[in-house]
C-alpha cells in the first residue's frame, strides 16, 4: 500500500507564510512526478504547482513569485513553501504523487493524500 501524509496546514494571517510537506510510504519502486492540488469550497479542484523526479517545477499563474515547490527525493517528501498568502489561497490543499509501483512494469498510478485545511484570514 502507499500513503501520502501531509502536514502544515493552519490558520494564517494574510501576508503570512507557511509550509506544507507530503511523505510517500509504503512499497513502489519509484515516484515520477509530485504536486500540489488545492480545492475551495464551490470550486474545482486546480493544479497549485508540480515538480518532477528531475526537478522541473510548474505552476498556477495565480501562485507564480508567491509559493515554491521542492522534492526530496531520499525522503520520499515534496514541500510547499507558501509566502504573501492571501484569502484567496484558502482551500483544502492535497498532495498527489504519480507513483511507479514495479521495477519491471511501467504503469504509473496516481495517489493522493487526505487534504489539509489552510485558511488565511484576511
Known amino acids: 500500500q502507499v500513503q501520502l501524509v501531509e502536514s502544515g496546514g493552519g490558520l494564517v494571517q494574510a501576508g503570512g507564510s507557511l509550509r506544507l510537506s507530503c511523505a510517500a510510504s509504503?512499497?513502489?519502486?519509484?515516484?515520477?512526478?509530485m504536486g500540489w492540488y488545492r480545492q475551495a469550497p464551490g470550486k474545482q479542484r486546480e493544479l497549485v504547482a508540480d515538480?518532477?523526479?528531475?526537478?522541473?517545477?510548474n505552476y498556477a499563474d495565480s501562485v507564480k513569485g508567491r509559493f515554491t515547490i521542492s522534492r526530496d527525493n531520499a525522503k520520499n517528501t515534496t514541500y510547499l513553501q507558501m509566502n504573501s498568502l492571501n484569502t484567496g489561497d484558502t482551500a483544502v490543499y492535497y498532495c498527489?504523487?504519480?507513483?511507479?509501483?514495479?521495477?519491471?512494469?511501467?504503469?504509473?498510478?496516481?495517489?493522493w493524500g487526505q487534504g489539509t485545511q489552510v485558511t488565511v484570514s484576511s
Open positions: 515538480i518532477s523526479s528531475g526537478g522541473s517545477t
Open positions: 498527489n504523487a504519480r507513483i511507479r509501483k514495479r521495477r519491471f512494469a511501467l504503469a504509473e498510478y496516481d495517489y
Open positions: 509504503g512499497t513502489f519502486f519509484s515516484i515520477n512526478a
